[in-house]
Nanobody, 116 residues
Framework: QLKLVESGGGLVQPGGSLRLSCAAS????????IGWFRQAPGKEREGVAC????????NYADSVKGRFTTSRDSAKNTVYLQMNSLKPEDTAVYYC?????????WGQGTQVTVSS
């Protein structure tokens, strides 16, 4: 069964850091681009970052550029989202996403709360 599982969320003060993980089971992540999305209460889900299958190309939303970095570890079948200089407006549930054979796969999400 193909599955994505996020972890690493939590409560952090403004200016702090968190690293989210997206672990895959049932398929090799190294063959696929992975996207990170987030959804804040009352708002639509928005794209945050993405990384291609090789890990050579990444893209970021303007709102997180320079603060967030996505990377992948094929040996661990995991993709990461390093989030630095966090702001209260980064508070949301974060999801990873993969599109495989025309099917979309989402993780269950992990809550990130930035608050003092």
């Amino acid at each position: 069964q193909l599955k994505l599982v996020e972890s690493g969320g939590g409560l952090v003060q403004p200016g702090g850091s968190l690293r989210l993980s997206c672990a895959a089971s049932g398929f090799p992540l190294r063959h696929y681009a992975i996207g990170w999305f987030r959804q804040a209460p009352g708002k639509e889900r928005e794209g945050v970052a993405c990384i291609d299958s090789s890990g050579d190309t990444t893209n970021y939303a303007d709102s997180v550029k320079g603060r967030f970095t996505t990377s992948r570890d094929s040996a661990k079948n995991t993709v990461y989202l390093q989030m630095n200089s966090l702001k209260p407006e980064d508070t949301a549930v974060y999801y990873c996403y993969a599109r495989i054979s025309l099917n979309a796969y989402w993780g269950q999400g992990t809550q990130v709360t930035v608050s003092s």
